[in-house]
């Protein structure tokens, strides 16, 4: 364990060193490691991806097995590329700080929702975008009150205050399109709401909102209320409050415990209903999309559903690009908030195990178009504190190259708004 720990260690300077150079289209140049001082062009709608927990060697993981060797993933084909630092006040980050400093520029405590060290409120990229007057959209496969998308459109001291958040998202930010699972937040305890409490999935799921019945309070508010596939196709364009499972829309489970990763409504079903929705305002939009499958099947170390909520985000992605090449003055990123699980790519070789329990080896894998395996092998069932690649395409892609720290995405995007120099 030791030794892995070590080589991971070294892979992550060796991303470092390899930081400065912009991959596009399979072809390796060589850029400044200082981004532009000003981007090309104003981006009028921003698109951003999150893989919760999806590390470099996760993407390579998803690539080698979706497009093989020499392929691209939709999230890699794309001109610009970045390394983030993903530390928060301590050196491994959860996805509460780290979202923090993505969306709002600070370096918080784990567990701080849009407030910094002091606790105090600090104002979020989905909150500027609103002051211009774009819509703006939260989209994600976890709990819509889930750290990731809670950064963005409320400001809590602790992530497990998700009813508040909800109620923050309704009544202060006012985000135009909601849509995930994590239902149980909205209900009081006692009312199931759609989904039924305890259900023989997980039968630890059950209805504990703190905040009263926040579905009725978002219907009073003018959402449409929707928690199907069907019902969401139907909603017309406007607010929309779409919770479609009582938690996650999956099921984190050990490999062959009842892990299922198969949501009701694809990544990409909810990315394609919110663009068709937000890009109705002529002003823009502000919409984050994110991938939960991807931290926590690697948290129960679990290869095979890692990959394969990968491939989600990918097609999700590929939905967003779609878009962004009908409308340029889009920017598209792609990025992680940490790495999960210590993530590495193995050869073939009966050998080299060295974990035990949940963090043997899995796989193999197949190498897409060839007759090639690889494995998978873990080093911890939490989060660690290696760098994460970005990468970016459209309106103002041009300003995310070199090494940053996380908190450089925030003031990037503003200056791709022409808010700051
Ligand atoms: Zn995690």
Same mark, same amino acid.
């Given at each position: 364990m030791k030794n892995k720990k070590r080589s991971i260690v070294q892979a992550a300077l060796c991303l470092t060193a390899a930081a400065s150079l912009v991959i596009s289209g399979g072809v390796v140049h060589a850029k400044g490691s200082t981004a532009a001082a000003k981007p090309a062009t104003k981006a009028k709608n921003v698109i951003l991806f999150v893989g919760d927990g999806m590390g470099a060697a996760q993407r390579d993981a998803i690539r080698l097995n979706t497009v093989g060797l020499n392929g691209n993933l939709q999230m890699d084909d794309m001109p610009y590329s970045a390394l983030l630092r993903t530390h928060s006040t301590v050196a491994v980050t959860d996805s509460a700080a780290a979202g923090t400093a993505i969306a709002s520029g600070v370096k918080t405590y784990n567990g701080a929702v849009g407030v910094d060290v002091n606790k105090k409120p600090v104002k979020t990229l989905l909150e500027v975008a609103k002051g211009l007057g774009k819509s703006t959209g939260l989209v994600t496969t976890s709990q819509i009150t889930d750290a990731t998308p809670a950064v963005f459109g409320s400001h809590v001291e602790d992530r497990s205050q998700q009813s508040k958040i909800a109620k923050q998202y309704l009544d202060n930010s006012k985000v135009d399109v909601l849509l995930g699972g994590g239902e149980d937040f909205w209900y009081p305890a006692g009312n199931p709401g759609k989904f039924e409490d305890h +259900?023989? %999935?997980? +039968?630890? %799921?059950e209805s504990k909102g703190t905040e009263g019945n926040l579905v009725d309070h978002a219907k009073k508010l003018g959402y449409q209320y929707v928690t199907s596939k069907e019902e969401l196709q139907k909603a017309k364009y406007g607010k929309i409050l779409g919770l479609f499972a009582n938690e996650e829309m999956f099921q984190q489970k050990p490999e062959g415990e009842g892990d299922v990763y198969n949501p009701v409504v694809p990544l990409k079903d909810m990315t394609q209903k919110a663009l068709d929705t937000l890009s109705t305002n002529k002003k823009g939009f502000f919409l984050m999309v994110e991938e939960e499958g991807t931290d926590e099947m690697a948290h129960e170390n679990n290869a095979k559903l890692t990959i394969k909520a990968g491939q989600e985000l990918d097609k999700a992605v590929g939905v967003a690009k779609e878009f962004a090449k009908k409308h340029p003055d889009t920017l598209v990123l792609v990025l992680a908030d940490h790495e999960t699980g210590g993530f590495s790519l193995e050869p073939v070789d009966d050998k080299d195990e060295s974990g035990d329990g949940i963090s043997q080896e899995d796989g193999p894998f197949s190498i897409f178009g060839s007759k090639e395996q690889f494995y998978v092998d873990w080093t911890t069932s939490g989060h660690t504190g290696v760098d994460v690649p970005l990468t970016a395409m459209g309106s103002g892609a041009e300003l995310f190259t070199g090494v940053h720290e996380n908190t450089y995405v925030h003031d990037a995007i503003l200056k791709a708004w022409g808010l700051k120099k």
């Open positions: +259900p023989a %999935e997980d +039968p630890t %799921e």
